[in-house]
């Protein structure tokens, strides 16, 4: 899991339903987190695809109690807990159904560094969350690092529908853990 072939993302806040995803390129990646006129709690996703342009990712409509939701992404609607869904076999990880039909699991890695990692359904590490030291950036405090490991498994960590899946799992199994959810 070295750096050297992984695309790093820097992520601010503690409260990843309210934070920035960036690199040495800028926000690739944006959360936020609003109450719509019904009073519910919706956090949307946004990814720059340009300069002063962002697209929508995705938009997790919370509970009314705080808990899981519903997600949409793209054309797609479906339960959160869909995308955090608890693995009996490994404790504190959560599978989801990737855009390509295979099966991904988030799970504690238990190395020096606390990683939480992403497997692929051959048990490829293709990205990893890891916590670090909060270090002030003009952008935000930054909290944890996803890296994106580019040369793994398949090689298609990176391509924009898996990757912004990978980024929507990623905040919503922080939260899950968090919250004991």
């Known amino acids: 899991m070295s750096g050297a072939a992984n695309e790093i993302l820097s992520w601010t806040s503690t409260d990843p339903r309210e934070s920035q995803l960036f690199s040495s390129f800028g926000v690739l990646?944006?959360?936020?987190?609003?109450t719509n006129a019904h009073g519910q709690s919706v956090t949307t996703l946004w990814k720059a695809i340009r300069?002063?342009?962002e697209d929508r990712v995705a938009k997790l409509?919370?509970?009314t109690n705080g808990g899981l939701g519903r997600a949409v992404i793209g054309k797609s609607?479906?339960?959160m807990a869909d995308l955090v869904r608890p693995d009996p076999r490994v404790p504190d990880s959560r599978v989801f159904n990737g855009p390509d039909g295979y099966t991904y699991r988030w799970k504690p890695s238990n190395n020096q560094h606390n990683d939480i990692v992403l497997q692929d359904h051959n048990n490829n590490v293709i990205a990893f969350y890891?916590?670090?030291r909060p270090v002030r950036y003009n952008i935000g405090d930054v909290y944890g690092e996803?890296?994106?490991c580019r040369n793994a498994g398949a090689g298609v960590v990176m391509h924009p529908p898996l990757m912004d899946t990978v980024t929507v799992t990623a905040m919503?199994?922080?939260f899950v853990i968090t919250f004991g959810l």
């Open 77 to 79: 609607t479906l339960p």
């Open 172 to 174: 919503l199994y922080r």
């Open 51 to 53: 300069a002063n342009k």
């Open 29 to 34: 990646y944006r959360f936020t987190t609003e």
């Open 146 to 148: 996803l890296h994106f």
């Open 61 to 63: 409509e919370w509970a």
């Open 130 to 132: 890891r916590p670090i």
